[in-house]
């Protein structure tokens, strides 16, 4: 529990034949919604986080709604639970999985789902919900951007596409020649890396990175902002 949000489960894509139960923090700004609904935004959490209740009131603050769920089959104090969904292996540790036993189709089905969940709240204005990620939640964020068009706007924050390009030892030891078959590299970059879907993004994006940010370095941080064909804005 947390203090002023609701905290609860509510349905992810489903795993090995069940459906699973995706942990989450939910709260509205105070006082009255204006016309039309609280604009709103889902927050994914970066590579070993969960779901942030201080996150949701940062956005309450600014007068948002704010979900803010966990991505890797935990709850916040990191026990799993019943019916959760695939953890995240290293980087690309479920690679010889089937598709949909691999962590990152869930965490971008689990995004959707909370999109359509806030959708559901008679407080929430359905036509602005916005999708903030951080680190693996901004690579989330930026595949998201490209197969959920309900989206009125994403900020993907260090997290991008064409980790197959970077030459950041961390991201390049996982692809061909030292990692991967053929096949899983081909696989990775048309279904998994944000590359293959940033084309399709249709909602004004605003992009924040740092120089410093030894993970995502700005090379492919800036190919992958350059892929869409929408309103784009850059923050450091």
Not at 143 to 157: E, L, Q
Request: glycine share 10%; aromatic share 14%; proline share 8%.
């Amino acid at each position: 529990p947390a203090p002023g949000m609701r905290s609860f489960f509510y349905e992810g894509a489903d795993y090995t034949g069940q459906p699973t139960w995706v942990f989450a923090y939910y709260a509205a700004p105070e006082g009255k919604a204006p016309a039309g609904g609280w604009p709103a935004v889902v927050c994914a959490h970066g590579g070993g986080g969960t779901a942030y209740p201080d996150w949701v009131k940062q956005w309450n603050a600014h007068g948002y709604a704010a979900i803010s769920m966990d991505l890797e089959g935990h709850l916040p104090d990191t026990r799993s639970h019943k019916n959760a969904g695939p953890a995240r292996i290293d980087w690309f540790g479920d690679r010889a999985l089937p598709d949909k036993e691999q962590w990152f189709y869930h965490a971008v089905a689990d995004v959707m789902r909370a999109n359509s969940l806030l959708q559901s709240f008679k407080e929430i204005n359905p036509k602005k919900i916005g999708l903030a990620g951080i680190s693996w939640g901004g690579t989330i964020a930026a595949a998201t951007a490209g197969v959920d068009s309900r989206f009125a706007f994403v900020v993907p924050i260090y997290g991008c596409g064409f980790f197959h390009q970077s030459d950041n030892p961390g991201l390049a030891q996982w692809f061909p020649p030292t990692n991967m078959t053929e096949q899983q590299y081909q696989d990775y970059r048309t279904k998994w890396d944000p590359s293959a879907h940033l084309p399709h993004a249709k909602m004004p994006m605003y992009w924040v990175n740092g120089s410093n940010d030894g993970t995502f370095p700005m090379d492919i941080f800036q190919r992958s902002a350059r892929l869409i064909s929408s309103v784009r804005t850059r923050g450091s």
